[in-house]
C-alpha cells in the first residue's frame, strides 16, 4: 500500500541539531507508516497522534497508553465520527486526558473551522459539544489546547487556513461552566510576525510554547512567560527549530519533555527531546494519586489556602480511580478528596508549595474513611495562635464538614476541641491570656479577747484570679457559632472544650499545632 505523505509546508521536522532526543517505540512510531503531530495528557502515560497506518492510507487519529518508561501499547485508531474534517495537527487532550479538543469543519459541505469536545465516558468518547459562540465565530478556530487547571482555552484564529498567507492570531477564552466561554481576548506578544499558530499552555499556566510565521516563510517555534498580566518577549526554541516548518509539539508532566515528528530515511517518526532549563515551566508539584476504596464519583479539589482561589479540580471516577493534577509553585494549597456517598468520610491535606526546590512528582494512594458510630476522626479546622479566630481556609474544611453531615444524618457529630499543653498561674503573662476566678477556701483562727486563747475556727473564702492559656471551650463555641450561622441544625452535632489532651497527634499536614479538634459519632 503506498502511503500518504503530508506536504513540507505541513509536517517539516528536520533533523534537530545538539537536541537530546529519543525515538518512540515500533509499535507507535513504526518503520514504515507516518506518525506526526503528538499531543499528550497530564500524566505523559496518554498520546494521541496522527497515523497513516490505516486500511486507507490515510491519516487518522491514534491513541496509546504508557506502560512504563518509553514503552507504550500498540496505537489504535480513535473511534469518532467526523476524523477527516479535523485539519491536520489541529487537537489535543485535556491535561487530565478526559476531554479531545479538536477544530473541525463546521459541517460536511460547510467552510470554515469550529472548536469542539469531546468528554471521555469509560473506554469511548460522549456526544460532540459545540459551544458555540463567543468562543467560536465566523473565522477559523484552530490548534486548541486547554490549561491544567481547565480553566482558560488557547487557540489561534485565523482568516484563512493557508498557513502562507499569515493571518492567524492567538487568542485565550475563560470558562464560565455548562460549555459556555468568557469573550477571547487576544494574546499579544512581542514579536514581528504575520502569524501565530499551535499554543501549548504549560501546568504552571504562566509558560506558553506556540510556532510563528519567520521572514523565510517558515514557523518556527518560541516561548513567552506571563509576567504581571503581560507576556515576556519570545525566546526561540533554538533547540528544536530546524530549516523547515516547526508548528507541532506536545508535553510531558512537568514540562522537561517535548515530543515532536521527524522524518528519516523512510518515514516521518515520533521523538521524545529534552528541554533545557531556560525554556521549562516554573516549578510544579504533580500529583498522580489512586483512591484505593472509591465508592462512587468523586470531586478532587485544590484551592489556595490565602486567597482561596481553585487551582485544580476534577471528578474522578470509580472505574478509574486514578488521577493526576498540577499545582504550581507560590501557593499554600488545600489539597481534599471528597464523595457523596454515605457512610464515607473525606481526605484533605495541606501542601506548602510557596518555594519549591524544583518540580515535584508524587505517587501516592488514598483512603478515605468509613464512618461507623464510637468512632473519632480528626478534622483540619484550624484557629490562629492563642485565639479564638480561624486560619486563612478554615471555610474549606467547613464546607466539607457540613456536607459531610447533612448526607448522613444518622449519626449525630460531636466536635471536641483539644489542646496539647495548658499552663495556669496566679501571675499575669503575656502566654496566659485567659482568666478564671476561683473561690479560695481557708480558715482563720479566733482568738479571745481575755486570754488569747483560740476561741473558735471561722471558714473564710478568698477569690483567686487564675491566668491560664486554656481556649477549647471558647474555640468550641466558635465552632458551634460557625456552623450554626450556617443553617446547620443543633440537633446534628454538639461541640465541647475539653482540655488538656497528650495522647492525640498534634501534627496538622506535617506541621505541629497546640490543638485538635476531633468527630466522635453516635
Known amino acids: 500500500m503506498q502511503k500518504v505523505l503530508i506536504g513540507l509546508l505541513l509536517l517539516g521536522c528536520s533533523t534537530l541539531a545538539m537536541a537530546q532526543k529519543r525515538k518512540l517505540p515500533p509499535n507507535v512510531s513504526s518503520f514504515s507508516d507516518n506518525e506526526y503531530a503528538p499531543k499528550l495528557a497530564a500524566d505523559g502515560r496518554t498520546i494521541i497522534y496522527l497515523s497513516d497506518n490505516t486500511m486507507s492510507g490515510n491519516p487518522e487519529l491514534f491513541i496509546s497508553y504508557s506502560v512504563g518508561g518509553n514503552n507504550w501499547k500498540p496505537g489504535k485508531s480513535i473511534d469518532i465520527r467526523n476524523q477527516d474534517m479535523i485539519p491536520f495537527g489541529a487537537y489535543n487532550l485535556s491535561y487530565d486526558g478526559q476531554q479531545l479538543i479538536y477544530a473541525t469543519k463546521k459541517g ?5 473551522y469550529d472548536i469542539q469536545f469531546q468528554q471521555k465516558e469509560g473506554s469511548t468518547w460522549g456526544a460532540l459539544i459545540n459551544p458555540g459562540k463567543p468562543l467560536n465565530s465566523a473565522l477559523n478556530e484552530m490548534d486548541p489546547t486547554l490549561s491544567a487547571d481547565g480553566k482558560t482555552l488557547y487557540f489561534s484564529r485565523c482568516e484563512t487556513l493557508d498557513p502562507n498567507t499569515g493571518n492567524c492570531k492567538l487568542f485565550t477564552a475563560k470558562y464560565l461552566g455548562n460549555n459556555y466561554w468568557k469573550e477571547p481576548q487576544e494574546v499579544q506578544l512581542d514579536l514581528a510576525s504575520t502569524s501565530f499558530v499551535n499554543p501549548v499552555i504549560l501546568p504552571d499556566n504562566k509558560t506558553l510554547y506556540f510556532a510563528a510565521l ?12 506571563l509576567e504581571d498580566d503581560s507576556w515576556s518577549k519570545p525566546d526561540p526554541m533554538d533547540f528544536l527549530n530546524t530549516d523547515a516548518h516547526d508548528r507541532y509539539l506536545g508535553v510531558t ?42 465508592p462512587a ?15 485544580a479540580r476534577l471528578i474522578l471516577d470509580p472505574e478509574e480511580k486514578t488521577f493526576g493534577i498540577y499545582l504550581p509553585e507560590g501557593h499554600q494549597v488545600d489539597f481534599s478528596i471528597q464523595t457523596n456517598e454515605p457512610g464515607f468520610g473525606y481526605y484533605n491535606e495541606f501542601f506548602d508549595l510557596e518555594a519549591m526546590g524544583s518540580s515535584k512528582k508524587v505517587v501516592k494512594d488514598f483512603t478515605l474513611p468509613t464512618l461507623k458510630a464510637d468512632e473519632q476522626y480528626p478534622v483540619s479546622i ?26 448522613n444524618r444518622s449519626f449525630l457529630f460531636n466536635l471536641e476541641v483539644y489542646q496539647q499543653s495548658i499552663t495556669e498561674s496566679e501571675l499575669y503573662t503575656d502566654s496566659l491570656p485567659e482568666i478564671r476566678y476561683d473561690t479560695l477556701a481557708t480558715e482563720a483562727a479566733v482568738t479571745s479577747e481575755e486570754d488569747g486563747t483560740v476561741a473558735e475556727q471561722v471558714s473564710e473564702e478568698e477569690i483567686v484570679t487564675i491566668y491560664h492559656n486554656d481556649l477549647t471551650q471558647k474555640r468550641a463555641n466558635a465552632i458551634k457559632a ?16 475539653l482540655g488538656e489532651n497528650f ?3 498534634y501534627l496538622e499536614s506535617g506541621k505541629a499545632v497546640d490543638h485538635k479538634v476531633i468527630v466522635r459519632l453516635e
Open 108 to 112: 460536511p459541505k460547510i467552510g470554515g
Open 214 to 225: 519567520n521572514s523565510s516563510g517558515n514557523y518556527d517555534f518560541y516561548m513567552s512567560r
Open 253 to 294: 508532566a512537568l514540562g522537561d519533555v517535548v515530543y515532536i515528528h521527524e522524518q528519516d530515511e523512510r518515514s516521518y517518526d515520533l521523538y521524545m527531546v529534552k528541554v533545557p532549563e531556560e525554556f521549562q515551566p516554573a516549578k510544579v508539584y504533580y500529583l498522580e494519586g489512586t483512591v484505593t476504596n472509591l
Open 297 to 311: 464519583k468523586a470531586l478532587v479539589r485544590a484551592t489556595d489556602v490565602v486567597t482561596g482561589v481553585e487551582l
Open 382 to 407: 484550624a484557629f490562629k495562635e492563642q485565639s479564638v479566630d480561624f486560619t486563612a481556609g478554615a471555610e474549606e474544611e467547613f464546607a466539607r464538614l457540613i456536607a459531610l453531615m447533612k448526607q
Open 482 to 497: 460557625y456552623l450554626l450561622g450556617k443553617g446547620v441544625p443543633e440537633s446534628m452535632f454538639s461541640t465541647s472544650g
Open 503 to 505: 495522647e492525640l497527634d
